[in-house]
């Protein structure tokens, strides 16, 4: 069974870079056919995809076009864990973050396995 | 970027009931839709991929369909563990983008 656990500073101030940690067990992140997303919500608002790493080639990434300039994922294969980082941040940045598997294959796409979330506030 | 209006943004039913959801799509994704289940302080769980594939392990009540830019889902009789906000979500384009919820209560 794959699990996912986000881990990081649960209060970042305004300006500065936001950095989380997905860490998964059940699986490796090399497998295919997966990419390893971070999706958030702001309280009281939808879900919002944030990007993606693709971990079994050449760390091939995707951006939210809203966020582009502002966002960064990686991953460390070693440890089985990927990472975001969200720079110059302000209070539209407060929201619970997850971390996603994201399973593409025979034309199907969909998020099959979730971290139970992270609440990360912005405030100085 | 595609938009997504899911309805109704909440409904009260009672174990037993036949719920149904539905979710347009601002342009055609074909049957590139996913349903999920979300309970406060639980992870995410999805239900339903392609539109219409129940996911390994969901009961049967649960149920989806549609194609192009309207879908449904379905479940068949609540079960008290059913209450929680679901989710539609669409696959077909970057940025993948979120339906606002339904949250079925009591």
């Known amino acids: 069974q794959v699990q996912l656990q986000e881990s990081g500073p649960g209060l970042v101030k305004p300006s500065q870079t936001l950095s989380l940690t997905c860490d998964v067990s059940?699986?490796?992140?090399?497998?295919?056919?997966?990419?390893w997303d971070w999706i958030r919500q702001p309280a009281g608002k939808g879900l919002e995809w944030i990007g993606r790493?693709?971990?079994?080639?050449?760390?091939?990434?995707t951006y939210n076009p809203s966020l582009k300039s502002r966002v960064s994922i990686s991953a460390d294969k070693s440890k089985n864990q990927f990472s975001l980082k969200l720079s110059s941040v302000t209070a539209a940045d407060t929201a619970v973050y997850f971390c996603?598997?994201?399973?593409?294959?025979?034309?199907?796409?969909?998020?099959?396995?979730w971290g139970q979330g992270l609440l990360v506030s912005v405030s100085s | 970027d595609i938009q997504m209006t899911q309805s109704p943004s909440s409904l009260s039913a009672s174990v037993g009931d036949r719920v149904t959801i539905t979710c347009r799509t601002s342009?055609?994704?074909?049957?590139?839709l996913n349903w999920y289940q979300h309970r406060p302080g639980k992870a995410p769980k999805l239900l339903i991929y392609?539109?219409?594939s129940l996911q390994d392990g969901v009961p049967s009540t649960f149920s989806g369909s549609g194609s192009g830019t309207d879908f449904t889902l379905t479940i068949s009789r609540l079960q008290p563990e059913d209450f929680a906000t679901y989710y539609c979500?669409?696959?077909?384009?970057?940025?993948?983008?979120f339906g606002q919820g339904t949250k079925v209560e009591i």
């Open positions: 996603a598997r994201n399973h593409y294959g025979s034309a199907k796409v969909y998020f099959d396995y």
């Open positions: 059940g699986g490796s992140i090399t497998n295919g056919p997966y990419y």
């Open positions: 790493i693709y971990t079994s080639g050449n760390g091939y990434t």
């Open positions: 342009e055609s994704i074909s049957t590139y």
């Open positions: 392609d539109a219409s």
């Open positions: 979500q669409q696959s077909f384009a970057i940025p993948y983008s």
